[in-house]
T-cell receptor
Framework: SQQGEEDPQALSIQEGENATMNCSYKTSINNLQWYRQNSGRGLVHLILIRSNEREKHSGRLRVTLDTSKKSSSLLITASRAADTASYFCATLLSGGYNKLIFGAGTRLAVHP | DVKVTQSSRYLVKRTGEKVFLECVQDMDHENMFWYRQDPGLGLRLIYFSYDVKMKEKGDIPEGYSVSREKKERFSLILESASTNQTSMYLC????????????????FGSGTRLTVV
């Protein structure tokens, strides 16, 4: 069963707009990570937020984490056509092995 | 500047063939992983390894095996390829010196798109 579920499945916006993607998960986590995948390529790590953190920034990216609701959001501000990609959240579970569980992803299309 | 290298970008194999997918990382990472990615299902973990000669089953190990004889190389083996193993295969590596330790983000290879006919 999937630990992380992204919402929406697909998002279409214009350049300059903000894009928000959400992720919900089921069990306690050590950290949550967001990745980007350009079409047909490998995933690229974007940002990691630990369970004791609530918000993190990296350039135009802002990630929030609400452990009480078991949810996270990724905000991309001032989007560009080059941001067009699939975005995945992944959770590292508390305890156990160091392995990430990925959701199904959100497909983002940014139109010029 | 390539850090995780997967030996083939595209591969076409026949049903019943033994298939080897190779992955090499140059970052001295302890952990290595094999995922498969299918539309609508995201990434599913097949096998992972946290040390040389160590391996652990992921969520969907059936029909696969792995080998890690050297720290930098992690091979995925399809013992007898079947059409339902047609997929994108992604290798990744991460820091972490043992079980249950928090690593940084994963570094992924570019993927191998395998078609079994």
């Amino acid at each position: 069963s999937q630990q992380g579920e992204e919402d929406p499945q697909a998002l279409s916006i214009q350049e300059g707009e903000n894009a928000t993607m959400n992720c919900s998960y089921k069990t306690s986590i050590n950290n949550l990570q967001w990745y980007r995948q350009n079409s047909g390529r490998g995933l690229v790590h974007l940002i990691l937020i630990r369970s004791n953190e609530r918000e993190k920034h990296s350039g135009r990216l802002r990630v929030t984490l609400d452990t009480s609701k078991k949810s996270s959001s990724l905000l991309i501000t001032a989007s560009r056509a080059a941001d067009t990609a699939s975005y995945f959240c992944a959770t590292l579970l508390s305890g156990g092995y160091n392995k990430l569980i990925f959701g199904a992803g959100t497909r983002l299309a940014v139109h010029p | 500047d390539v850090k995780v290298t997967q030996s083939s970008r595209y591969l076409v194999k026949r049903t019943g063939e033994k298939v080897f997918l190779e992955c090499v990382q140059d970052m001295d990472h302890e952990n290595m992983f094999w995922y498969r990615q299918d539309p609508g299902l995201g990434l599913r973990l097949i096998y992972f390894s946290y040390d040389v000669k160590m391996k652990e089953k992921g969520d969907i190990p059936e029909g696969y095996s792995v080998s890690r004889e050297k720290k930098e190389r992690f091979s995925l083996i399809l013992e007898s390829a079947s059409t339902n193993q047609t997929s994108m295969y992604l290798c990744a590596s991460s820091l972490g010196s043992g079980q249950g330790l928090v690593g940084d983000g994963y570094t992924f290879g570019s993927g191998t798109r395998l078609t079994v006919v």
